[in-house]
Structure formats: structure tokens, C-alpha cells
């Protein structure tokens, strides 16, 4: 199964060291990566590999939007079927 | 991979445009809890729905947590209860009530509904005693909702039952008038009742369902509202087809979230209901599309046609995304519940008139708007003799769900809070329809051919 982290905010040092040093700590495999800068506002998308999580669901998406709150950041996982079947027919 | 758009514009539509599945609702038959012992019969109910629904607000929960879309409702629908209690008097139908509002405190979830009746045609002496009953059980609990259907296309109207609905709204309003007459709010009396309805206060468990089965209601107004607004001007062809793609898409997650909630409740999977519900949250206001459309304020000359519009592309865009359709399935007008709405019925572009017209070309009915307390119990059954007209002669569901708001007039507004929202008080023809609503009898179904 696979889920989709998206990060939007504020553009600065080290988000994408700060996520993937969080994908690593719960077994999360990225899978691929897109990030874009549009004026100072940074989005990052993640697709990640969640099988082998070492924990639950709900505590990976816990721990990464309290990450978003201190950085002040919004930090969202989730499923990628969501998107799957709202944009593809 | 995922294209980065499309991904942005999913959590746009949820973070910014108030998109959320509006409710799962868990439809349970009780007919196999029919018993003549009325204890027993009672704690068959209380058992069936507390163990059919046991996981139902906690797999909502994962859903909402493993898709990231808000899921606002969990609720229960169950047969309608006059067909359960069949020979029991008023008092007892009350006792049922209480065990349905144990059940739903017991499961956590918002709503119950079903406590009501199917008197198309005629009345039982069970329906009747529950009609009787409703004004105490809606006074004596707080997630109960009741509807009566009073009409069908092929059965013409039951005028007796508009009648006792009239008298019966009006001790409903009384019973509750220390809180603003709330008790109506949860009541709503029908013309062509859906047996798969998710959405309150009209949902019920039809006869032809199965034994347990999973509708979802989705919601989304505000989506639709921001794609009219970022598509700028354009002609009919082309607003027609930004809805219908917008519908689309909101339609396929509550598949999906259907879809997963059926498979992880071993429940079957029954329909979608592909309306647009508002709130009074800002930006999710089905009023608001209305303007967005080009209408300086909702209720203004060429509301009904914009809405006839919108509610149709809302069909033809959902359809091809749900490989089940049914319940209501169009743009709902409740107006305290519906921030624009509101705002137009506070200014008087809005008016009970406007919205019966645009009753004709939507969802549901006359809803959720409050009139003056004094209103007689004949003026409020003409209201709903009018409203399930309209949906008997044209084949549709119509419903009524107004509240006489005791010991308020017009010019003063109402609270109900949450979800209900607020409304100013409507002012209504002041002419009686008394003599005609005590004629009695049943309108005749109407014919067929000759359409016009």
C-alpha cells in the first residue's frame, strides 16, 4: 500500500531531510519525490511505501503533523487511492 | 506517479473548499425484531442496532484518518417503526423512541432515523398511534428523527395525513418551544419517500433492502462554487460541464469511502447519494454557486432556472462516478442551514414563494425554514399540501421540514446551532387554508399521459 505525503508552506532549511529522517524512523520506503518553489511557498510531494511500517498508520500521521506544527508547515498523509480515484477514470 | 496538480487540487478542495463525505449512514431492517412481547421487542431493537452498527463510528474514524477526508456524520437508519410496533398504542411508540436514542448514545453516532410512517394511501392504526407519538418522542430525545410519507405519485396524497402532519408540527413545535421549537427540525413529512436516503431528518430503511447495508451522502458545495468562480465568465455548454466535472470528482471519494466502509464493515454496499449539502460554515453554500453563476442574490429572478441547471449537471456529473446512485441525489435548499441562503432570506430576496418554485427542480423540499409561531396547524399543512403537490404531479421526491418557532414573529431569527445553523423568521400568506384542509380524503394519483 502505498500513501502520498504532501508539505506545504513556508520555504527553509532542511524539510526535506526533517520528513525523510521521519519516513526512516517508522520503516516508511520513498518512492519518489516532487518538490516545486513558487514564491517563497515550498510544496513537496512524497509517495511512500507503507507495508513495512513499524507502526501504525494514525501514529506516522500523527508524528508528522505535530513535525508540521513546530516547523509550521502543512504536513498531510494519506492514502494514495484518494487521488487515484478522484483523478484517474 | 500521481501528477503534482491533481494531488494540490484534492487538498485545496479539502482544506480550503469545506470538501468532507457528509455522512455514512448504516440502514438497519428491524423486521426480524417484530415480537409481541414488548420487552423482548425492545431489547431485540436496542441488541440489532447496537451490534450491526458496533464498528461503525470507529471504521469512519480510520477512514477519515487514511484518506485525509473529513467524514462529518455516522448514523443509523432503521425500518420505518410503525411497521414494527404495528399494534401498539402512542405511549409505547414513545418507549420505542427512548430505546432507538439509547442505541445511538450506545454507538456514538449523531442520528437515528426511522421513527415514522408510510401513509401514502392510508393509515394503520399503528401508523397512527406513532403519528400521535411523534411530538412527545422528538420532545424526549435528541437523535430521533421521524418522517411521514404522506404522498406518492401513485398513490395521490393521503389529505388526512397532511392534515395530522399540520397539527402534529405544530405540537412539535410547542412541546419544544423552550428551545427555539427544535423538535421540528427532526421531523419531516414526504411525498415519494426514498427507501435509501442517508441524509437526515428523512432517512429510513426501506422494505426492499437487505438485511444491513452502507449509504453514503456526499457533500461539496463549496467545491463547486470555487470552480464556477476560477472558471470565470463562460456560456450554459461550458458552466454545465465545470459542475458536472466537479461532481465527478466528488463523487468518486464517496464511492471510494463507500466502497472501503462497506468491505470493512461486511456490510453490503447500497447507493450514493450525490447531493450537495451545505453548512452554515462559510464557503459551503449552495446559495453561493447560485450567485456565482451571475445572480446578484439567491432568490432573485432566475434562481429556479440556475438551480434546475446545477442540480442536473450535479446528476449527469456523479453518475458515471458511482456505480450506485439513489437516496435524494441533488443540490439540497435547507435555508438555515446554508450561509448565502440565509443572507438572502435576512434581505428578503428570498422568499417561501421562490423556494417552493425552486423545490420543483431540486432536492427534497421546504427545508429547514422557520415561520412565525402563531402560524395555525391548517396553514401548515396548506404549506405542505402545496409541496407534496409538486412532487406527486412531477414524479419527484418533495419533502417539508418547517419550524414554527413558538413565540416568534417575523423580524426576529432563530439559533439552532451547528450544523442546523441560524434562520430569520419567514413571513407566510396570511389568508386561511383552513376550510380546504379539512375537506379530508385523499387527492387522486394523477394521470400519466397528457403531460403538460
Known sequence: ?89 | MLNTNDILETINMIKQENLDIRTITMGISLLDCISDDRARLETKIYDKITKSARDLVKTALDLEHTYGIPIINKRVSVTPISLVGADFGPDEYVRLAGVLERAANELGINFIGGFGALVQKGMTRGASALIEAIPEALATTTKVCSSVNVASTKAGINMDAVKRMGEIMRQTAILTQDQDSIGCAKLVVFANIPEDNPFMAGAMHGMGESDTVINVGVSGPGVVASAIKREGYCDFSRLADVIKKTAFKITRVGQLIAYEASRRLNTPYGIIDLSLAPTPAVGDSVAHILENMGLEKCGTHGTTAALAMLNDAVKKGGVMASSHVGGLSGAFIPVSEDAGMISAAECGALTIEKLEAMTAVCSVGLDMIAVPGDTSASTLSGIIADEIAIGVINNKTTAVRLIPVIGKDVGESVEFGGLLGHAPIMPLNKYSSEEFINRGGRIPAPIHSLRN
Do not use: P, W
Open chain 1, 1 to 89: 500500500m502505498k500513501a502520498v505525503i504532501t508539505v506545504i508552506g513556508k520555504d527553509s532549511v532542511g524539510i526535506i531531510a526533517t520528513v525523510s529522517a521521519e519516513c526512516a524512523k517508522f520503516g516508511v520506503n520513498i518512492v519518489d519525490i516532487t518538490q516545486s518553489v513558487i514564491q517563497d511557498y515550498f510544496a513537496m510531494i512524497m509517495l511512500v511505501e507503507i507495508d513495512n511500517m513499524s507502526s501504525t498508520f494514525m501514529s506516522f500521521q500523527k508524528e508528522l503533523e505535530a513535525v508540521g506544527v513546530q516547523k509550521n508547515l502543512d504536513i498531510r498523509v494519506m492514502h494514495e487511492d484518494i487521488f487515484n480515484t478522484m483523478h484517474r477514470i
